[in-house]
């Protein structure tokens, strides 16, 4: 809700966009979207001590979050990650909904998921420490005022149209803040959480509160219509958690090295590795997100490189082949792998500009499991098209009753 411009969101799902995040990368130049906003006053905890969950917590957060959510939890370090720390998020977000913003990430965004029930780093005990960490810098979350039953869907769709849509998008369409038609958002939210999001706004981020801005009924029209975009059932289970460490490490050894042009000596297009791949063309590709993210789709060849976890560039041939790197915010956490590719005096690096995701919104080839199988080992369909990640079916029209309370 808010310009374009501007990120942010009902953070709430932020509840951790979290280490993402996005997943981080300010989209462009890769410079802060928005400055550190100082914490509230609630943010002077009491130092941990060294072996409490609370400094588990922090040790984690240094290495998985801070890349994207900044040093202290504010946001806006890398491509608009939420603040973690706002005292209307904290106060409002039950510990398990954080913990599940942690686990399962955001699907379809930089945030990936961090547990290791979805193939991430963190055990239950680290995400529990970072819930600690993060609950220390604010208020406790107390019971919300329930949301009110009755909401139109029609009239909801019309308020977030005109409302919300150019800050936190709608289907198929990236907006700068957080999507709030995310499964995994409204699998772990309630209505009670929305409207509280609305109603009181996330300050110091630029997500306003919209009390006195919209009347009663558009706020419970509004949460309504978002509420009927809960997912039915959980997402599926992750068929293989691990990633074989046996993969090659070249694609196309035998291929001729390719001749990118860089963006500021530091950025290749996608356009020209898409070019490269065709042409069969010698090179290493490092899927630099959590290995979460490269099990549910990469690009054919790449390995899992994440930014957190260096051991895999040991691997890496240098013999002048070109090593690519991508992640999804669209350039930080790529950037850091990059920057350590060229520390260890690689000749040839470059950072795939704009990331995975936009590889992905223009239909290019990926594997993995949450890309649908090609059309011949399926059921019969009328349409001839070749079904892609990016190609998801439209949503059915909601029902018009009301969303729970």
Request: glycine share 8%; charged share 20%; aromatic share 6%.
């Amino acid at each position: 809700m808010r310009s374009r411009t501007q990120s942010s969101g009902l953070a709430l799902g932020a509840a951790v966009a979290l280490l993402t995040s996005g997943w981080g990368c300010g989209r462009g130049s890769g410079s802060p979207a928005l400055p550190s906003a100082t914490p509230s006053a609630h943010a002077s905890a009491p130092a941990a001590s060294a072996g409490s969950p609370q400094a588990e917590g922090a040790r984690v957060f240094e290495r998985y979050c801070q890349l994207c959510h900044a040093k202290d939890a504010t946001g806006y370090a890398a491509d608009n990650a939420p603040s973690l720390v706002s005292k209307t998020f904290l106060e409002s977000a039950p510990d398990e909904l954080i913990a599940m913003g942690i686990r399962m990430g955001r699907p379809g965004t930089a945030m990936a998921a961090y547990g290791k029930v979805r193939g991430g780093p963190l055990e239950e005990r680290e995400i529990d420490a970072l819930v600690a960490f993060l609950r220390a810098k604010g208020p406790r979350n107390h019971a919300l005022p329930p949301a009110a039953p009755g909401g139109d869907l029609i009239r909801g769709a019309d308020v977030y149209e005109k409302n919300c849509v150019s800050c936190h998008g709608k289907a198929g369409v990236r907006g700068n803040a957080v999507s709030l038609q995310n499964p995994e958002l409204l699998a772990a939210a309630s209505p009670a959480f929305l409207r509280f999001a609305v109603v009181n706004g996330r300050p110091p981020t630029p997500m306003p509160a919209f009390q006195g801005k919209l009347s009663e009924q558009e706020i419970t029209d509004v949460v309504s219509w978002l509420w009927s975009f809960k997912p039915a059932l959980p997402a599926p289970a992750v068929q293989n958690l691990t990633i074989p460490n046996d993969l090659p490490i070249v694609i196309n050894p035998k291929g001729a090295r390719p001749k990118f042009t860089l963006r500021e000596e530091r950025f290749v297009s996608v356009e020209q590795v898409k070019k490269a791949l065709d042409a069969k063309q010698r090179m290493v590709i490092i899927d630099a997100r959590p290995p979460s993210d490269w099990i549910q789709f990469h690009i054919p060849g790449a390995i899992s490189g994440p930014y957190h976890d260096r051991t895999m560039l040991d691997r890496i041939p240098k013999d002048g082949t070109w090593v690519v790197a991508y992640c999804a915010c669209p350039h930080h956490a790529s950037g850091e792998v990059v920057d350590a590719l060229r520390e260890r005096k690689y000749p040839n690096t470059a950072v795939m500009d704009e990331g995975i995701l936009f590889w992905k919104d223009h239909g290019f080839p990926l594997v993995g499991e949450a890309v649908p199988k090609p059309a011949s080992s399926a059921k019969p369909v009328s349409s001839s098209a070749k079904p892609t990640l990016s190609s998801q079916p439209k949503p059915p029209l909601p029902p018009k009753s009301p969303a729970p309370g």
